[in-house]
């Protein structure tokens, strides 16, 4: 949830401030996409996408929602959400969102599955459509989809998102975009639905999907940190809590400090980021390190420690249970309170 200003070549810019200028540059099969009017298809209703989905509807979008079963229809029951089963019902929309938990989830909705007869977004949708990714994926998977999308003639802007389920649905999210500028330009009034400021990075899809990566490691060591120091705190017979209003008051004023601190000083584990999908952004991110030559030993002890909190059955929690590991390390009693946020 970190506030990212990176430097050249990935300069910031809100999606508002695209010039008609830049969009000028673009291909032909991009600078003349329609706006995105119609109904809007999406794929992945987890509690991340189904907030997501459910915003868009509440701002008067006709939102097709596709779910793999049946059961999870009666849980889409928001006005203008339609729950559909069948992903050909999402392959006349103009856009079609996805926010889905991994690379092999993406692909397989973009490549489809011939074994089950399952076709996919690339060479359903029509040529003039647009695939708004937002899942947390890798560059490679990334750049896969883009070129797939460009031989079809489509679309495809990455846009991750910074922000947890609470922020989904109250449309606080931080968006990173990165496409060709007519597609984002076009895909800008979905994404100001979704969220409070939208970052455009530049045309390359995968950049989005590397700053996404790296600012969860950021937030990530820093809860791994949080987790150690509040364990010291503990430890010495001291209450944590003004310790964290001392710290995010003076020095660490940023919203992983303050949101995460507090909820670490509570003991509040509560269902939300699950060790499972933090640990897949790490090794997503270690590798996309090992790639470039950078070594990142701080995030290998996350993965560490991931690992152990997994191992002990605490998948199911939030990333804030890397305190309640580093509590456990330290010989403390920890009784994780996994409700009361």
Same mark, same amino acid.
């Given at each position: 949830m970190s506030k990212h200003e990176p430097s050249a070549p990935l300069a910031v810019r809100d999606a508002s401030e695209i010039s008609a200028r830049e969009q000028s540059g673009t291909p032909k099969s991009t600078a003349t996409r329609r706006s995105p009017l119609g109904e809007i298809g999406f794929v992945g209703l987890g509690r991340m996408g189904a907030a997501m989905a459910a915003n868009l509807a509440a701002k008067g979008r006709q939102v097709i929602a596709y779910v793999r079963r049946p059961d999870q229809e009666r849980k889409l029951d928001a006005p203008g959400l339609r729950p559909?089963?069948?992903?050909? %019902?999402?392959?006349?929309?103009?856009?079609?969102? =996805?926010?889905?938990?991994?690379? %092999?989830?993406?692909?397989?909705?973009?490549?489809?599955?011939? %074994?089950?007869?399952?076709?996919?977004?690339?060479?359903g949708l029509n040529s003039d459509a647009i695939h708004l990714s937002m899942s947390t994926i890798s560059t490679a998977t990334a750049a896969l989809l883009a070129s797939e999308h460009a031989r079809n003639g489509q679309g495809y802007v990455a846009a991750p998102v910074f922000g947890n389920p609470d922020a989904a649905r109250a449309r606080q999210l931080f968006i990173v975009a990165a496409g060709a500028p007519a597609d984002i330009e076009r895909c800008r009034p979905i994404l100001d639905s979704l969220g409070q400021r939208t970052f455009a990075i530049g045309t390359n899809p995968g950049d989005a999907n590397l700053v996404k990566l790296l600012g969860n490691m950021m937030s990530a060591t820093a809860l791994e940190m949080l987790g150690e120091v509040v364990a010291v705190i503990r430890k010495r017979g001291m209450d944590p809590e003004p310790f964290i209003d001392i710290m995010t008051s003076t020095m660490f004023g940023g919203r992983a400090h303050r949101i995460y601190g507090d909820k670490i000083a509570r003991q509040v584990y509560a269902p939300g980021f699950v060790l499972p999908l933090v640990l897949k952004d790490v090794r997503l991110a270690l590798a996309e390190a090992e790639n470039a030559g950078v070594p990142m030993p701080s995030v290998g002890v996350v993965r560490d420690r991931l690992i152990t909190g997994i191992a002990r059955g605490?998948? %199911?929690?939030?990333?804030? =249970?890397?305190g309640l590991i580093a509590a456990e390390e330290a010989g403390l009693s920890a009784v994780p309170a996994t409700t009361g946020e």
């Open positions: 559909t089963t069948d992903i050909g %019902d999402l392959l006349h929309c103009e856009v079609v969102i =996805s926010m889905l938990p991994d690379d %092999d989830a993406v692909r397989e909705i973009v490549f489809g599955r011939g %074994d089950i007869g399952f076709d996919g977004l690339g060479t605490y998948g %199911d929690l939030d990333w804030t =249970s890397l």
